[in-house]
């Protein structure tokens, strides 16, 4: 008799259902087990972060304080070109909005959003709308009545820059670019030329202090690495004993140490190193944002180097020096090339960290150790400028994002260890 192939007999459950329907439902009830465990930590990373990641972007493009208030003058630009004289209808729809908006209290917003493009407007569009109440025909000599500012073509033109609720005007701002009266990108005065150089200054004191925090960590992570396990313990709570204490009072202490009558200076007048005239001038300046980040982060550092040095067996070192490399080869040829996903990982852990921090340079970074994160944060307290501010930060979010892409292409996202 002929034996039957598996594959001519269908397999079955003990209940009778086919096998493969059976472990294809098992899957399925598994992945969706899978799904539901994670599912909380999803909606936690989509609500606290994607959400707000996604406003921010919306917010550095949207702006409708001009055409939800002004709709009539909105319309009209809308329907005539770019270089067309404001005619009579223009200067009507302009004196209508402007009687909307006193009586709906919006001039202001409407002021501010065309100060942000033009300043000085401000004031103009509110004292305007106090007097638009009696505006009449011919509204053109009734508004020049009111102001006679409001006969200049560039303010005209950035009326209409301003009169789309959707536009790039914020993230050409934080480029120091902006629209001409004819609506050509250019380039703004070199005296109001603030957001590129400070971008520039943020990721160069950024990398500073990635290299000297890799320059004092190494050393440390080789000494917890390869001394005895009682010594690398008490080391190592050295280097985590900051996270045990406040950020604020960590960067305070280094006021006191800094100041021009702290310590440091202290110390040196008293050994004779410098006169009392010539105490150094440490703080409030970026020297102070250097040394005051670079302490914060350096544990940042540390850990990543760390985890990947404790596993390197010493035995490949003695082995290269017994071979004949002088230790300087060894160190170079053998060790430094196994610390390099530590030191990668360190690297844009501290990069990414000081790139956005804004504490410590805003106590003790004054005028010249202020970094781009300061400035966002003025825009969002005290300018109210929050396009402005969103636009910034989209910008540092994409040049963050950038550097990543080419850490991946150039070194590999794989050999990335944190611990």
Not at 197 to 213: D, R
Not at 317 to 329: E, I, N, Y
């Amino acid at each position: 008799m002929a034996e039957l192939s598996a594959s001519s007999v269908g397999l079955t459950t003990a209940d009778g259902r086919p096998l493969k329907a059976a472990l294809a439902t098992a899957q399925q009830r598994a992945k969706r087990r899978a799904f539901l465990l994670v599912l909380p930590l999803l909606a936690f990373i989509v609500i606290t972060f994607i959400v707000p990641i996604g406003q921010m972007m919306h917010q550095a493009v949207y702006n409708d304080g001009f055409s939800a208030n002004m709709p009539r003058l909105a319309a009209w630009f809308a329907e005539h070109p770019v270089g067309t004289d404001p005619d009579e209808s223009a200067w009507q729809a302009l004196a209508l909005d402007l009687q909307d908006a006193s009586a709906a209290k919006t001039a202001g917003q409407v002021g501010t959003r065309v100060n942000y493009e033009m300043s000085g407007t401000r004031s103009l569009f509110t004292s305007t709308a106090r007097k638009a109440k009696g505006f009449a025909p011919p509204y053109r000599d009734a508004v020049l009545a009111a102001g006679a500012k409001w006969d200049d073509p560039v303010l005209w033109g950035t009326m209409r820059q301003v009169s789309r609720a959707y536009s790039g005007n914020f993230f050409l701002a934080a480029l120091d670019m902006t629209h001409d009266p004819q609506g050509n990108i250019v380039a703004m005065p070199e005296d109001r030329q603030i957001y590129v150089n400070l971008f520039v200054k943020t990721f160069l004191l950024a990398g500073l202090i990635t290299f000297t925090c890799f320059l004092l960590g190494f050393p440390i992570a080789h000494l917890l690495a390869t001394l005895p396990l009682r010594w690398s313990n008490l080391l190592m709570i050295l280097v985590l004993l900051p996270f045990w204490t406040s950020l604020l009072v960590r960067t305070t202490s280094w006021i006191v140490l800094l100041q021009q009558q702290g310590v440091v200076n202290s110390a040196l007048v008293a050994t004779g190193v410098i006169p009392d005239e010539g105490r150094f001038q440490m703080i409030y300046n970026q020297m102070g944002t250097i040394i005051a980040m670079t302490h914060i982060l350096l544990p940042f550092m540390i850990l990543p180097l760390y985890s990947v040095m404790r596993p390197i067996p010493p035995s490949y070192v003695r082995a290269a020096r017994s071979l004949g490399a002088t230790s300087w080869t060894a160190f170079r040829r053998i060790y430094l090339p196994q610390t390099l996903p530590g030191i990668g990982a360190g690297s844009l852990l501290v990069f990414i960290l000081a790139v956005g921090y804004y504490i410590t340079p805003a106590l003790v970074g004054g005028a010249s150790g202020q970094l781009i994160s300061n400035l966002i944060a003025f825009h969002m307290q005290d300018s109210l400028n929050w396009s402005l501010a969103s636009a910034l930060a989209a910008l540092l979010l994409g040049a963050v994002l950038v550097l990543y892409w080419l850490y991946d292409r150039l070194v590999g996202i794989d050999n990335l260890k944190l611990g």
